[in-house]
């Protein structure tokens, strides 16, 4: 990279991620209140892609402000189901009761980008992917939770797909990399246009 890129965002899976297309990029989480932020804007019947890209833009902004010079990436994502927000769970019950509701229905996972550079906002991105859950039992959604306590407290939901939470699902459309929280294409994309990476 001609510049490196600045990660708002303590995700470990999008900084590998990154690492993995051969990006030079250094993560500092941005502390913004998450659940407050999505509350007030839910409040103000916000759509669930506005409001991904308004935690994404809040949180490249806060670390933009601390480095006016730097290229920096802002994430965030959304579930929504059913006119519903889901966050990330907080404790075990929360996330038992999370996947209850959503097994045996339809969801969406929405991911958005915000690019700032040099302290202004210049790309951004959302995307959307619909995962398709299985009625799996009790049982095994309480073993399952088990083995992956506390690993899936930091998923929106309560899963991640690319461990064992792919075996509570029966389908999924779209792209893999927005299930992750990182539309990675379009931003490579980008960078390659503004010459930020070799083309």
Not at 40 to 63: C, G, N, V
Not at 85 to 110: M, N, S, V, Y
Request: charged share 20%; proline share 4%.
């Amino acid at each position: 990279m001609s510049r490196p890129l600045l990660l708002a965002s303590g995700s470990t899976i999008r900084l590998h991620l990154l690492h993995q297309a051969g990006l030079t990029v250094t993560a500092s989480a941005a502390r913004i209140d998450e659940s407050v932020i999505r509350s007030a804007l839910e409040a103000e019947s916000a759509k669930p892609r506005e409001i991904a890209d308004a935690l994404a833009e809040m949180k490249a902004r806060k670390l933009a402000d601390k480095n006016p010079t730097a290229l920096v990436l802002g994430c965030d994502q959304v579930l929504s189901f059913q006119g519903r927000i889901f966050g990330k769970p907080e404790t075990l019950t929360e996330a038992r009761d999370q996947l209850r509701c959503l097994r045996g229905h339809t969801h969406q996972l929405i991911s958005a980008l915000v690019l700032y550079d040099e302290a202004k906002p210049v790309w951004r991105h959302a995307a959307t992917a619909s995962l398709t859950m299985r009625a799996f039992s009790d049982s095994f959604l309480d073993a399952y939770l088990a083995r992956n306590w506390p690993s899936v407290q930091t998923s929106v939901g309560g899963y991640k797909l690319e461990q064992e939470g792919i075996r509570l699902f029966s389908a999924v459309v779209g792209d893999y990399f927005t299930i992750l929280g990182l539309p990675l294409l379009p931003l490579l994309n980008y960078l390659e246009i503004r010459g930020f990476i070799e083309t």
